[in-house]
């Protein structure tokens, strides 16, 4: 047996299907998930010494490439200091500034320790400064597994085909209406049944969660018109986009502000940050200074504000996301062609350091077309690739992520064992 099958099976009996995350566990692919020793720049090695060129990225924080020396530094230096105080600290006076420079529309930032925290608080927020309770998200999207956002969420989700999870009763779930992506005459039928009591509409501005799905054009455009006519929230979810698909994140690009943006991933560098900021009118509802409630132990702990800090100081350097799309663009097409070159139909899509890769002709457009994405073609790709010493998203409702330190050598190895592996597909 394998060190990874040894592993594995030690790992399920002591933790739910040996996972501390769903996607992880390789359901929908197959076969035994590698554990990871150690990992540096686009590298990881798993116990039995394989090395992998690593398109997960952690889900998207790596973007600097793993174990960053100047992230560890940062790190090691503010933990011997102490690792967290419960109390205030200057470093997160600078991290928050950091954020409000970057993303347009925030005015104010909470820090809290995951994406799951921002988003949850997010929507309280929204429903607190509102006075009103249903909220809108579109089927496919994931934010996080607070209850009232798992509702045919994506991600891990999807991939197991579970729509809704067991555990959320009815009645935490009766205010959250469900719209298929792109589809923003569902949106405007949803405020015409519930004209004043719709309190936010929470989306991914780039979706990432049922693998990479672009808005249509005006689907942001005309879901900010609807939220400023009918007096909602706008809430972009930015924990996969934020600082990945440009220094300002989507709204940076596609030039639609939101309310309140939620940011996660990126902003800790690796270490567990997650945040909510918007517009002050907005945030000012946050306790201690209004009566929305949010708390959280370990949020803006010293030792993972150093990681985020460093990693956004990084991130405005001149060229940066100039070189990350060019080698994101580089692998998108060099994948393309060469399936293509062996009758596989497969294309792709990519965003700064975000990629989606299908199997199918043509790049989708919405939930049901990814869904119609040939997956046993993928789980084959999958596997042949790792054998390769190449690690992809174990799931082909996942985007993949580019490191700054995915160079043109990293790129060409990937081209490289992908032409073997589509020659035997
Ligand atoms: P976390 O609670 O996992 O930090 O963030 C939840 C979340 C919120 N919003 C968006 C847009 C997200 O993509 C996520 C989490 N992303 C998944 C990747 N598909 C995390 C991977 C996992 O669940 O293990």
Redesign the pocket.
Known sequence: MSRNSELFDRACRAIPGGVN????AFRSVGGTPRFIERAQGPYMWDAEGTRYIDYIGS??PAILGHADPEVVRAVQDAAVDGLSFGAPTEAEIEIAEAIIARIPSIEQVRLVS??????MSAIRLARGYTGRTKIIKFEG?????ADSLLVKA???MLTFGNPTSAGVPAEFVQHTIVVDYNRLDAVEAAFREFPKDIACIIV?PIA??MNMVRPAPGFLEGLRSLCTQNGAVLIF?????GLRVGPQGMQGLCGVIPDIT?L??IIGGGM?V?AFGGRTDIMQEIAPIGPVYQAGTLSGNPVAVAAGRVTLRRLAEPGFYEALGRHTGALITGLVERARAHGIALSGDHEGGMFGLYFRDTVPTSLAEVSACDTDLFARFFHGMLNAGVHF?PSAF??GFVSATHDDAVIQATLDAAEHVFSEL
Do not use: Q
């Open positions: 995350s769903p996607v992880r889900w998207g995951s994406g799951t925290e921002a988003t999207c994931y934010h996080g597994h994506g991600s891990g991914e990432g969660n979810d930015e924990v996969m986009t939620t996660a991933k567990p997650g998203a996942e985007a």
